[in-house]
């Protein structure tokens, strides 16, 4: 269970973020939309530590973590996949998974946390010993999305996960993330763009505009109000 209260970002002069509230249950998937320079990244930036909270509170399971650093609250079951595919590009395909689960909780033992993620994307088994640099934008999201997962997180953000991938390698990856969020019952927000896509897997949907919210909803009613012409 994510809540977000009252938080307020933002760098120097430029406020990102004003009085931004959110809820999300465990076993639901949020999405978070908005055009460019809306402030979503600020906001998962924020959940995860890394953004300067000026005003609001983040809790965990209940836990204030607000105070807490990135790696505090990545114990607490926190994952973040940045935008911009940040990988170990000199390491192969298995050497960057193998890494991540070992900072993560290690529930499932290493062979089959590695099976699984053979299992969702074999194209991944194929590539296993090439340097991730080498690989397509859509292979390298898919290598990012099994490192963040692997490690169990019980919340797990995604920042534009659909970002400059083509239709079908984007379908993949939504297949990809409605699976582990139905298969984990973890929260999982993703910021993104493409409001369509992501309200096909999310259960709720909330929009922000110029760092506010603009609108929240179930998806189905997002959808049905046709929120991509009007609010973004
Ligand atoms: P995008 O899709 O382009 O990433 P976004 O919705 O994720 O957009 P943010 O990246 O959170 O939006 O940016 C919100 C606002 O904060 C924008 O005005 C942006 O220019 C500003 N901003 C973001 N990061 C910084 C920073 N490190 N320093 C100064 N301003 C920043």
């Keep these: 269970m994510l809540e977000v209260e009252g938080l307020s970002v933002s760098y120097g002069a430029v406020q990102a973020l004003t009085d931004?509230?959110?809820?999300?249950?465990?076993?639901?998937?949020?999405?978070?939309?908005?055009?460019?320079?809306?402030?979503k990244s600020s906001?998962?930036?924020?959940?995860?530590?890394?953004?300067?909270?000026?005003?609001?509170?983040?809790?965990?399971?209940?836990?204030d973590v607000t105070r807490l650093s990135p790696q505090a609250r990545a114990r607490h079951g926190l994952a973040h996949a940045m935008e911009g595919r940040r990988l170990f590009r000199q390491m192969n395909v298995e050497e960057n998974l193998r890494l991540a689960w070992s900072f993560g909780a290690r529930s499932t033992p290493w062979a089959a946390a590695l099976e699984d993620v053979y299992a969702r994307f074999p194209i991944l088994a194929q590539k296993s010993r090439i340097a991730s640099g080498l690989l397509s934008g859509g292979q390298?999201?898919?290598?990012?999305?099994?490192?963040?997962?692997?490690?169990?997180?019980?919340?797990?953000?995604?920042?534009?996960?659909?970002?400059?991938?083509?239709?079908l390698i984007v379908r993949q990856i939504y297949a990809f993330i409605a699976g582990f969020a139905r298969d984990s019952g973890a929260t999982v927000v993703i910021a993104e763009q493409m409001a369509s896509i992501a309200l096909q897997v999310a259960d709720r949907g909330c929009a922000l505009r110029r760092g506010r919210v603009a609108l929240t909803g179930t998806a189905t009613e997002l959808l049905r109000g046709g929120l991509a012409a009007t609010y973004l």
Aim: overall charge positive; charged content about 10%; aromatic content about 0%.
């Design 20 to 39: 931004v509230s959110l809820s999300a249950a465990a076993g639901s998937t949020t999405a978070v939309l908005g055009a460019n320079g809306a402030g």
């Design 43 to 63: 906001l998962l930036r924020a959940i995860s530590g890394i953004a300067p909270i000026g005003a609001g509170c983040i809790r965990l399971d209940g836990q």
């Design 140 to 167: 390298q999201q898919m290598v990012i999305l099994s490192c963040t997962t692997i490690r169990s997180p019980r919340v797990l953000l995604l920042d534009e996960p659909s970002l400059g991938l083509a239709p």
